[in-house]
């Protein structure tokens, strides 16, 4: 098998292409994070609300069913640093079964007096989903003060429920 070396790290030439578009990828991300979000957060403002496309909503608070998105790692970090329990729902917008079990975790948000439910798309922030080994989705994260204290990985909903309550008391 032929290979290229770099360095220490060698590559077949069969896996050169897609890993140059995962660096690419990375790199994108990066340099969106530093050179496009604070361009667009300094001429839109931000106001501190999250609509989705997809709902009925066109007021600039969030609906009721609708449960906030993280959009930065200093965003998420923020938000587990200053909540004593948070639930977060790892998603992505071509997961389907992300999308059946959306409406249960609505549910259950609504539920919950507790604790926070949030979502947090695994593609856009792939070093939080790298931290804390996120490879499956949908993977359900709770967190008291900070800290991960357990995982669920996939879309069964009697044994989401059971997690959930498991995790809030």
């Known amino acids: ?9 060698c590559i077949p030439y ?3 292409v897609p890993f140059l578009l995962m660096c690419l990828k990375w790199g994108v991300g990066y340099l969106k994070s530093i050179f496009v979000a ?13 609509r ?7 007021s600039t608070t969030l609906c009721e069913d609708e449960l906030k ?17 948070v639930i977060v729902k790892f998603t992505a917008s071509w997961c389907r079964p992300c999308q059946q079990i959306q409406p249960l975790f609505n549910q259950l948000s609504a539920k919950s007096r507790s ?5 947090a798309d695994a593609d856009d922030l792939d070093e939080i989903a790298a931290r804390y080994k996120i490879a499956i989705l949908p993977t359900f994260a709770a967190f008291h003060s900070g800290k991960l204290v357990g995982k669920y990985v996939g879309s069964n ?4 429920k059971a997690w959930v309550s498991e995790m809030s008391t």
Do not use: H, Q, W, Y
């Open 1 to 9: 098998m032929s290979t290229c070396c770099i360095g220490g790290v």
């Open 14 to 16: 069969s896996a050169i």
């Open 38 to 50: 604070p361009v667009l957060t300094n001429k839109i403002g931000n106001t501190g609300t999250n």
């Open 52 to 58: 989705s496309s997809r709902t009925c909503c066109s």
């Open 69 to 85: 998105s993280m959009e930065t790692t200093a965003e998420f970090d923020n938000v587990l640093s200053s909540r004593n329990k």
């Open 115 to 119: 604790t926070e439910f949030l979502t």
């Open 157 to 160: 909903e009697e044994k989401l």
